[in-house]
């Protein structure tokens, strides 16, 4: 059993920053964790991706936060955060976490947090 914990969500105001911790945890051992990212979802619309970082930290980000966003992680917490600032209205969504993690050395799978909302506005 894979558990993905986000947290930081909330209410801010235009131009404010907000910081998405996501932290992974698992009844077996975790192997290995390769790609980490947010992606975010607002009604009636697909989820999006915001955000990825590779286990070797490489990153890249949707063209609509490039410049206000950061995506980092610490691998010995098994955590990715994603650093936003600048925010506008049309950044609010609820944002997800997701990770390719491999537990007990079997074939990575995909696993996905259980969300956590932003909202932008004054």
């Known amino acids: 059993q894979v558990q993905l914990v986000e947290s930081g969500g909330g209410l801010v105001q235009p131009g404010g920053s907000l910081r998405l911790s996501c932290a992974a945890s698992a009844s077996g051992t975790i192997s290995s964790i390769n790609t980490m990212g947010w992606y975010r979802q607002t009604p009636g619309k697909q989820r999006e991706l915001v955000a990825g970082i590779s286990s070797g930290g490489s990153t890249n980000y949707a063209d609509s936060v490039k410049g206000r966003f950061t995506i980092s992680r610490d691998n010995a917490k098994n955590t990715v955060y994603l650093q936003m600032n600048s925010l506008k209205p049309e950044d609010t969504a609820v944002y997800y976490c997701?990770?390719?993690?491999?537990?007990?050395?079997?074939?990575?799978?995909?696993?996905w947090g259980q969300g956590t909302q932003v909202t932008v506005s004054s």
């Open positions: 997701n990770a390719k993690i491999s537990i007990n050395w079997r074939q990575p799978r995909d696993y």
